[in-house]
């Protein structure tokens, strides 16, 4: 996060998520993680043009989110006796993280294209949510369908849907 005195280093909070999937043998769609809209871009890396979606815009990160980031972070690394010593010597630089270098928190978490050229997101969910919100996208953007489901992932292939769920332990069911 920061290198000034007193030193130390953490990942820094909301930072953008940089998605892509193949359209085509010959074309990439991507995203930053923040909705809106996709770039369509060919395999010499030119831009070929966007996809509108109706995926809502990425929310602003407020004072309460940096808020609860440091609250989360202190507690986690205080939590451990090896950490806490980190936390000690070079915590401040948690501590005075007040300014956010992206000003929007990504939400898309998953990114996928299936075999017929739909386009799969899934958003992040709340640690008090059971669920992750699927959205299916046509080629050109528009919704097809939205649901929430309780599984993390789902990926395909051109026989088989894959769905993935871990247990409260983070080890895969």
Do not use: C
């Amino acid at each position: 996060m920061s290198y000034r005195p007193p030193g130390g280093d953490i990942g820094v909070p909301f930072a953008l998520g940089f998605r892509w999937a193949a359209l085509s043998p010959n074309e990439l769609v991507m995203t930053e993680s923040t909705g809106g809209e996709f770039e369509r871009i060919n395999i010499n890396g030119k831009e070929t043009g966007k996809i509108k979606t109706a995926l809502p815009e990425a929310q602003p990160v407020t004072p309460e989110d940096l808020e609860k980031f440091i609250k989360k972070r202190k507690e986690g690394l205080m939590s451990r006796q090896d950490l806490a010593v980190w936390y000690k010597n070079h915590g401040k630089v948690i501590e005075e993280y007040t300014d956010p270098i992206y000003r929007k928190k990504p939400f898309i978490r998953q990114f996928a294209v299936t075999p017929e050229g739909n386009i799969m997101v899934s958003t992040f969910k709340d640690r008090d949510q059971n669920f992750y919100t699927f959205w299916l996208l046509g080629p050109d953007g528009k919704e097809i369908v939205s649901t929430d489901l309780e599984v993390e992932s789902i990926d395909f292939s051109k026989n088989y849907i894959f769905a993935r769920k871990n247990n409260e332990d983070e080890e895969l069911m």
